[in-house]
């Protein structure tokens, strides 16, 4: 299956400030990558579809220009929580779909202070 | 969209018992059905899946069976070990790397020594 990288593991930022996200998928070419988006004792729920080279989908109750998703390359998508606040607070967790199912990145542990 | 149910959200066992958590999904059109093992802090563990050409998959102590027709799905655990505690999520998606995955609200079992 695929090998999923993301970074950071744990990033701390102050309210209002933007935090970027990396996820990369090493071995395999994605043209789709997807965020989930976890609270505390919560199940993954999905933010948003990324493509590569077009815009992401975004669930209902997602606000787009406050999650920025960039897919440039079939290797590299990156999620932007711009002007954050205590209540982003959360695990994000980017996915890459190929044949064999689904390959989860380590996630990112996010408290907004 | 999909909508998947899981239950129950927490469940007790002891050690040496078997253990069962059942899904539903609403999506007749999805057709792959993976269960997965997470560890706080951790990204989800594929432990099995199966699809819908398969009523029933087995790996050791893990199996699965897929009703189609009702539109649900159970994963029975053997001789459960303490080890196996952890919080458990089913999901439901397409065979297709670019069809997202749904997720179940999670089932946190705790298997007593």
């Known amino acids: 299956g695929a090998v999923v990288s993301q970074h950071p593991s744990r990033v701390i930022c102050k309210s209002g400030t933007s935090v970027k996200i990396e996820c990369r998928s090493l071995?395999?070419?994605?043209?789709?990558m997807f965020w989930y988006r976890q609270f505390p004792k919560q199940s993954l729920m999905l933010m948003a579809t990324s493509n590569e080279g077009s815009k992401a989908t975004y669930e209902q109750g997602v606000e787009k220009d406050k999650f920025l998703i960039n897919h440039a390359s079939l290797t590299l998508s990156t999620l932007t929580v711009t002007s954050a606040h205590p209540e982003d607070s959360s695990f994000y967790i980017c996915s890459v779909g190929h044949g064999g199912g689904y390959t989860f990145g380590s996630g990112t542990r996010l408290t907004v202070v | 969209g999909e909508n998947v149910e899981q239950h129950p959200s927490t469940l007790s066992v002891q050690e040496g018992d078997s253990a069962v958590i059942k899904c539903t999904y609403s999506d007749s059109a999805s057709n792959y059905f993976p269960w997965y093992k997470q560890e706080l802090g951790k990204r989800p563990q594929l432990i099995i899946d199966i699809r819908s050409n398969v009523g029933e998959k087995k790996d050791q102590r893990i199996a699965v069976t897929l009703n189609k027709t009702a539109k649900h799905f159970s994963l029975h655990i053997t001789e459960t070990q303490p080890e196996d505690s952890a919080v458990y999520f089913c999901?439901?998606?397409?065979?297709?790397?670019?069809?997202?995955?749904?997720f179940g609200g999670g089932t946190r079992l705790m298997v007593k020594p």
């Open positions: 071995d395999f070419q994605a043209t789709t």
């Open positions: 999901a439901a998606g397409g065979n297709n790397a670019g069809n997202m995955l749904t």
